[in-house]
């Protein structure tokens, strides 16, 4: 491991001022729980450290405005102890809960897991169907986007190297929306996931008719899509298992697009009708309209 410097700011202000004036190329450290194996295994060597740990006002989850918001260094089991996300954003709670060991959810964080970039990401399918947006802050401003804009490759995203993460915000889905996560790895919740999905569905007040639907899929493609062609067959429908099979069909005809000729295919392929169609029906069951 090559030698570097290390900065550990206090707060925002401070970090943005380092990144403005230390030379070479830096990196961020959230959690450190990708970062740290990366340079240990000579895959980046990075001139300069920027740890975050301890930088003041990017660890917090609250509700504004309807909106649930998310400090960047908040940890995943911060968010899963939180009664805010579990009660209103069940997505990102099902998502946290299967990413990693208590070790590991303990250490990560949601802003570092989204600017990873990994194709396998648990939490950022969830808050594709959440509509999440982030918030990032320069000695320029603010910045803000959709979580899926700023995805640009495997491990690559737009963030500048002046700019940090600092906030994740979403609306409160309404009462009659269902939200979920599954995922499947080969070791269940310890795995990376070979292949995941996040739902939302809003549904007419007490009647079955989908009013909208959002699904994210997670390690098909260089980063999690939206599968709108899927959602298009929900949307202003009244549910039924034949329209839900239909889904079912095109999420697996979009997972086949995007993963290609690779080994993985066969797996996949049918993995993913498996566990689409538990996914859907339990949020049709859950509408109590199924």
Known sequence: MQKFKYFAPSDVDQALEILSTVKGHKKILAGGTDLVIAIREGKINPEAIIDLKNTQGLNYIKQENGCIIIGAMTTFTDILESELVRNNARVLYESCCSMGSPQIRNWATIGGNIINASPATDSVPALMVLDAKVRFKSDLGIRESKVQDI??????????????????????PS????TGFRKLGRRASLSIARISIACSLEFEKNTTKCLNAKIALGAVAKNPIRATSA?????????????????VE?????????IGNRPSLPFKQQSIKGISRELLNRLCDESQFN
């Open 151 to 172: 995805l640009k490759g495997i491990n690559k995203t737009d963030l500048s190297e002046k700019e940090i993460l600092t906030e994740i915000s979403f609306k409160i």
């Open 175 to 178: 009462e009659n929306t269902k």
């Open 231 to 247: 959602e298009e067959i929900l949307i202003g429908k009244d549910i039924s298992q034949k329209l839900i099979d239909d889904c």
């Open 250 to 258: 095109m999420i697996s005809e979009i997972a086949i697009k995007n």
